[in-house]
C-alpha cells in the first residue's frame, strides 16, 4: 500500500439497529472497523450498450451486462431466498439432465456439497447415478461446523446458476450421505455453497473451490458481493426475504451512498480487524486485542452477531446499564405473544459478523484487493426509517497500531508439523528397534530389553 492508502488507513463506523421501535435518532450498537479508502459512487458509469467492460485497475467490476459474456449480473439481482434464521439460498442445476437444488450461501467455509441421499428435513436431493456428466474423485470427506456436520463423497459434475450465468461450468462437488444436526426442521435449502478461500477447503486446500473454477471458467474478476434483505423481519417466518448474490462483481442499485472497505488480515476466512465496540456511544474500554480473539471475521452462514465471551460479558453487562436492546423479532413463540430475542451470543472462538448484522449493509467480498467492502443497503429499512448507516472516518489516536492477536498456525500446517514430527518419531523407533535385534558382542549381565511404547494421536480442531 502506498503513502495515500497508509494516510487513509482510519476506522469506519457502521451502525446497525435491529430493534422492535425502528424510529430512533441514533444507533445504540456501534462497530468501529480499520479501513482504506471510501469507493465513491460518482465513479460509476451507467450500464449501456457494446463489449463488455473490461475489470477496472481497482480489482472491481461493476455489475454490468456484457454482451455475450458467460456472465449475466443483471440477472443476479433478487436471485437469492432465505432469512438470517435459516440461512440465505440460491437456485442451482446440477448435472445432466439438469436436478434442481437449492445451495445456502455460506462466506466462512470452503467446501460446495449437496444433499445425496433422502433426508427428513429436505424435500429433494442430488441423484449422481442419473447424471451422466458425474465423475467421481474415489475419497470422502467431512467437513464439521460450529453447529453439525456432514461426511459425502467427492466427485465433479457440470453446475448452471439460472439466475446469473448463460453457461455451465465444471465444479468440484460432495454429495452427502451421512449427517449430523446439518439439516434442520424448517430448512429450505438442500446444499451448501462456500464461499471462503481453498485454505478451508476440506480434506485439503488443494480441493479447487467453487468460486476458484467459476472465476477460472467464466473469466469473471475475483469479487462478490451479497445483499440479504432480512433487516427488522422475523428470523424464521412462514415466508421468506429476498436478496442478491452478485458473482463477479458490484451492483449500483443494490447500495446507497459510498462502499468502505476493511483489509483482510488473513485469507483464510474472511478475517477482518475491529477496532473498538460501543454502546450506546459510550466504549467497553477494552483491549482491542479482545475483539479479534481469536480471529473476526464476516460470515453469511452464522444467523447471529458472536462475540468472545468477554466481550459479550461487557455487551450484556453495557445494554442492562443503558437499557437499550439488541433484538430481533421471533415466531412461533405463541398466538398471544410478540416476542423478541437477542441477537448477539458468546462464542469461544472468534468474533462473528453474521447475517443478522450483514442484513443492514451491502457486503463486497473483494478477494482481488484482499478487503471487504460495507455499504448502506436500500432493503435495509422498517416502516420506512433506515436500520443502519454508516460514518466515517474518524482518529484511532486511541487504538493500538495492530489488533490482530499473532495468527496461530492454520491447520495445513499443523498437519505439515504433525506428520514430520510422527516421521522423526518413526525414525527414531526405527534406530532403536534395530539397536535392539542386533548381536551384542559384550554383554556381562544379560536384561530384558525395555519396552518402547510410542502413542501418538492427531487432533484436527475445525470451526467455522
Same mark, same amino acid.
Request: hydrophobic residues 45%.
Given at each position: 500500500?502506498?503513502?495515500?492508502?497508509?494516510?487513509?488507513?482510519?476506522?469506519?463506523?457502521?451502525?446497525?439497529?435491529?430493534?422492535?421501535?425502528?424510529?430512533?435518532?441514533?444507533?445504540?450498537?456501534?462497530?468501529?472497523?480499520?479501513?482504506?479508502?471510501?469507493?465513491?459512487?460518482?465513479?460509476?458509469?451507467? #450500464?449501456?450498450?457494446?463489449?463488455?467492460?473490461?475489470?477496472?485497475?481497482?480489482?472491481?467490476?461493476?455489475?454490468?451486462?456484457?454482451?455475450?459474456?458467460?456472465?449475466?449480473?443483471?440477472?443476479?439481482?433478487?436471485?437469492?431466498?432465505?432469512?438470517?434464521?435459516?440461512?440465505?439460498?440460491?437456485?442451482?442445476?446440477?448435472?445432466?439432465?439438469?436436478?434442481? +437444488?437449492?445451495?445456502?450461501?455460506?462466506?466462512?467455509?470452503?467446501?460446495?456439497?449437496?444433499?445425496?441421499?433422502?433426508?427428513?428435513?429436505?424435500?429433494?436431493?442430488?441423484?449422481?447415478?442419473?447424471?451422466?456428466?458425474?465423475?467421481?474423485?474415489? &475419497?470422502?470427506?467431512?467437513?464439521?461446523?460450529?453447529?453439525?456436520?456432514?461426511?459425502?463423497?467427492?466427485?465433479?459434475?457440470?453446475?448452471?446458476?439460472?439466475?446469473?450465468?448463460?453457461?455451465?461450468?465444471?465444479?468440484?462437488?460432495?454429495?452427502?450421505?451421512?449427517?449430523?444436526?446439518?439439516?434442520? #426442521?424448517?430448512?429450505?435449502?438442500?446444499?451448501?455453497?462456500?464461499?471462503?478461500?481453498?485454505?478451508?477447503?476440506?480434506?485439503?486446500?488443494?480441493?479447487?473451490?467453487?468460486?476458484?473454477?467459476?472465476?477460472?471458467?467464466?473469466?469473471?474478476?475475483?469479487?462478490?458481493?451479497?445483499?440479504?434483505?432480512?433487516?427488522?423481519?422475523?428470523?424464521?417466518?412462514?415466508?421468506?426475504?429476498?436478496?442478491?448474490?452478485?458473482?463477479?462483481?458490484?451492483?449500483?442499485?443494490?447500495?446507497?451512498?459510498?462502499?468502505?472497505?476493511?483489509?483482510?488480515?488473513?485469507?483464510?476466512?474472511?478475517?477482518?480487524?475491529?477496532?473498538?465496540?460501543?454502546?450506546?456511544?459510550?466504549?467497553?474500554?477494552?483491549?482491542?486485542?479482545?475483539?479479534?480473539?481469536?480471529?473476526?471475521?464476516?460470515?453469511?452462514?452464522?444467523?447471529?452477531?458472536?462475540? #468472545?465471551?468477554?466481550?459479550?460479558?461487557?455487551? *450484556?453487562?453495557?445494554?442492562?446499564?443503558?437499557? +437499550?436492546?439488541?433484538?430481533?423479532?421471533?415466531?412461533?413463540?405463541?398466538?398471544?405473544?410478540?416476542?423478541?430475542?437477542?441477537?448477539?451470543?458468546?462464542?469461544?472462538?472468534? +468474533?462473528?459478523?453474521?447475517?443478522?448484522?450483514?442484513?443492514?449493509?451491502?457486503?463486497?467480498?473483494?478477494?482481488?484487493?484482499?478487503?471487504?467492502?460495507?455499504?448502506?443497503?436500500?432493503?435495509?429499512?422498517?416502516?420506512?426509517?433506515?436500520?443502519?448507516?454508516?460514518?466515517?472516518? &474518524?482518529?484511532?489516536?486511541?487504538?493500538?497500531?495492530?489488533?490482530?492477536?499473532?495468527?496461530?498456525?492454520?491447520?495445513?500446517?499443523?498437519?505439515?508439523?504433525?506428520?514430520?514430527?510422527?516421521?522423526?518419531?518413526? *525414525?527414531?523407533?526405527?534406530?532403536?528397534?534395530?539397536?535392539?535385534?542386533?548381536?551384542?558382542?559384550?554383554?556381562?549381565?544379560?536384561?530384558?530389553?525395555?519396552?518402547?511404547?510410542?502413542?501418538?494421536?492427531?487432533?484436527?480442531?475445525?470451526?467455522?
Amino acid at each position: 500500500m502506498g503513502a495515500l492508502a497508509r494516510a487513509l488507513l482510519l476506522p469506519l463506523l457502521a451502525q446497525w439497529l435491529l430493534r422492535a421501535a425502528p424510529a430512533l435518532a441514533s444507533a445504540p450498537f456501534t462497530l468501529p472497523l480499520r479501513v482504506a479508502s471510501a469507493t465513491s459512487r460518482g465513479a460509476v458509469p451507467t #450500464p449501456g450498450p457494446g463489449p463488455p467492460a473490461e475489470p477496472r485497475a481497482d480489482g472491481l467490476a461493476l455489475a454490468l451486462e456484457p454482451a455475450g459474456g458467460a456472465a449475466n449480473f443483471l440477472a443476479m439481482v433478487d436471485n437469492l431466498q432465505g432469512d438470517s434464521g435459516r440461512g440465505y439460498y440460491l437456485e442451482m442445476q446440477i448435472g445432466t439432465p439438469p436436478q434442481k +437444488l437449492q445451495i445456502l450461501v455460506d462466506t466462512g467455509s470452503s467446501n460446495f456439497a449437496v444433499a445425496g441421499a433422502p433426508h427428513p428435513y429436505i424435500d429433494s436431493y442430488f441423484d449422481a447415478e442419473r447424471s451422466s456428466t458425474y465423475r467421481p474423485k474415489g &475419497f470422502d470427506v467431512t467437513v464439521k461446523y460450529t453447529q453439525g456436520s456432514w461426511t459425502g463423497f467427492v466427485g465433479e459434475d457440470v453446475v448452471t446458476i439460472p439466475k446469473g450465468f448463460n453457461s455451465s461450468f465444471l465444479v468440484n462437488i460432495a454429495t452427502i450421505f451421512e449427517s449430523e444436526n446439518f439439516f434442520l #426442521p424448517g430448512i429450505r435449502w438442500n446444499g451448501i455453497l462456500g464461499l471462503a478461500y481453498a485454505t478451508l477447503a476440506k480434506p485439503s486446500s488443494s480441493l479447487e473451490t467453487f468460486f476458484d473454477s467459476l472465476v477460472a471458467q467464466a473469466k469473471i474478476p475475483n469479487i462478490f458481493s451479497m445483499q440479504m434483505c432480512g433487516a427488522g423481519l422475523p428470523v424464521a417466518g412462514s415466508g421468506t426475504n429476498g436478496g442478491s448474490l452478485v458473482l463477479g462483481g458490484i451492483e449500483p442499485t443494490l447500495y446507497k451512498g459510498d462502499i468502505w472497505y476493511t483489509p483482510i488480515k488473513e485469507e483464510w476466512y474472511y478475517q477482518i480487524e475491529i477496532l473498538k465496540l460501543e454502546i450506546g456511544g459510550q466504549s467497553l474500554n477494552l483491549d482491542c486485542r479482545e475483539y479479534n480473539a481469536d480471529k473476526a471475521i464476516v460470515d453469511s452462514g452464522t444467523t447471529l452477531l458472536r462475540l #468472545p465471551q468477554k466481550v459479550f460479558d461487557a455487551v *450484556v453487562e453495557a445494554v442492562a446499564r443503558t437499557s +437499550l436492546l439488541y433484538i430481533q423479532p421471533m415466531m412461533g413463540a405463541g398466538l398471544n405473544y410478540e416476542c423478541y430475542r437477542f441477537g448477539i451470543s458468546p462464542s469461544t472462538n472468534a +468474533l462473528v459478523i453474521g447475517a443478522t448484522v450483514m442484513e443492514g449493509f451491502y457486503v463486497v467480498f473483494d478477494r482481488a484487493q484482499k478487503r471487504v467492502g460495507f455499504a448502506a443497503s436500500p432493503c435495509a429499512e422498517i416502516a420506512g426509517a433506515p436500520v443502519s448507516e454508516i460514518s466515517g472516518p &474518524f482518529s484511532t489516536e486511541d487504538i493500538a497500531s495492530n489488533c490482530v492477536p499473532a495468527l496461530p498456525l492454520n491447520e495445513p500446517v499443523l498437519w505439515i508439523v504433525s506428520y514430520t514430527l510422527m516421521s522423526v518419531c518413526g *525414525v527414531i523407533l526405527l534406530v532403536l528397534i534395530t539397536l535392539l535385534l542386533l548381536p551384542v558382542r559384550c554383554r556381562h549381565h544379560p536384561r530384558d530389553p525395555e519396552v518402547v511404547n510410542d502413542e501418538s494421536s492427531l487432533v484436527r480442531h475445525r470451526w467455522k
